[in-house]
């Protein structure tokens, strides 16, 4: 098992690593950046003065590995946009994206395992069939339009919870039940499949021929073992909501790293933007490793060692 989480951290890595690399070459050849930064109407001497101010004048691979020496260093560079250190503006707005992204994962556990064990008990019946209707409809309804209609619905039709800023956890009520949505199709037909696949296993029908029914069946017996592959999803899931945030945060003006990145990406702030992609791809083939890990150590086929 050693070995094969030493042979994933170094396809992480090597992950993390080709990311950096694409994301720079697509902010730095997708369009001029001295030009970006400067503005459609600045003059040519203006443009060349930026390039040589930002050292945009030096050959690309000369940019990029001094940008990446500089991580490894932790210094991320400065701001373009904000003029403050790139560590310093992701440092202050982590925190709101932690809690929407926890968040979310709550709710994406609290309607998708329920739901997922309603439907194992009850297969190929109504209950079955409004689980899946409920998966199916969170996976086709886009993030942009249910964050919207719950800001119609709950922020001016019955005005229950706030619909912009992060200073309370009321205000994170609502954009977590948007983000969160989107992964409850996944977290909900795995708890199914898993639970149908277990409530046939020879020591369900033990524990059934020793009176547990139902819920109690469920819950002392055969969820244990169908909820550990979830698990290993739900790592995954994570992963996505700080990437998947960026929407979700501008639409209710949550001051996190999402948001954050559009600002970036409005005011041509290469190495803010630069940055983030490079945070959320490393959250994210973090989550996925500890993913595998889980899975290793719940695969028996995989020795430890």
Do not use: C
């Not at 691979?61 to 932790?74: K, N």
């Not at 994170?172 to 296993?201: K, N």
């Not at 739900?234 to 998947?244: D, P, R, S």
């Not at 949550?254 to 959250?283: C, H, K, W, Y």
């Amino acid at each position: 098992m050693l070995r094969y989480i030493a042979l994933r951290g170094l396809l992480a890595i090597a992950v993390a690593f080709t990311v950096s690399l694409a994301a720079f070459l697509l902010l730095n050849v997708a369009a001029d950046p001295a030009q970006a930064i400067a503005g459609e109407d600045a003059t040519p001497d203006v443009v060349e003065s930026i390039r040589a101010r930002y050292g945009l004048d030096r050959p690309m691979a000369v940019r990029y590995f001094d940008w990446l020496g500089g991580v490894v260093q932790g210094d991320f560079g400065e701001s373009y946009y904000w003029h403050k250190p790139v560590a310093s503006l992701v440092a202050d707005r982590a925190d709101e994206t932690l809690t929407l992204a926890f968040s979310a994962l709550a709710v994406t556990i609290l309607i998708a395992i329920p739901l997922g064990a309603l439907a194992a008990l009850n297969p190929n019946s109504w209950i079955d069939r409004f689980a899946l209707g409920v998966a199916v409809s969170a996976q086709a309804v886009p993030n942009f339009w249910l964050g919207l209609i719950m800001i119609i619905l709950f922020g001016v039709m019955v005005p229950i919870f706030p619909v912009s800023g992060d200073d309370t956890w009321r205000h994170f009520v609502l954009p977590a039940f948007v983000l969160g949505a989107s992964s409850v199709p996944a977290v909900m037909r795995l708890t199914r499949t898993g639970l149908i696949e277990v409530m046939g296993a020879d020591y369900i029908r033990t524990a059934r021929a020793k009176g547990f029914r139902g819920w109690s069946l469920l819950r002392r017996h055969a969820l244990r073992n169908a909820i550990l592959p979830v698990i290993s999803v739900l790592a995954v899931q994570l992963g996505q909501k700080f990437g998947g945030s960026v929407i979700t945060e501008s639409i209710f003006a949550i001051n996190g790293l999402g948001r954050l990145a559009l600002e970036s990406i409005l005011g041509a702030d290469i190495p803010t933007v630069q940055m983030l992609i490079f945070v959320f791809a490393i959250v994210f083939v973090a989550m996925n490793l500890l993913a595998d890990i889980l899975n290793a150590a719940l695969d028996p086929r995989i020795r430890i060692g």
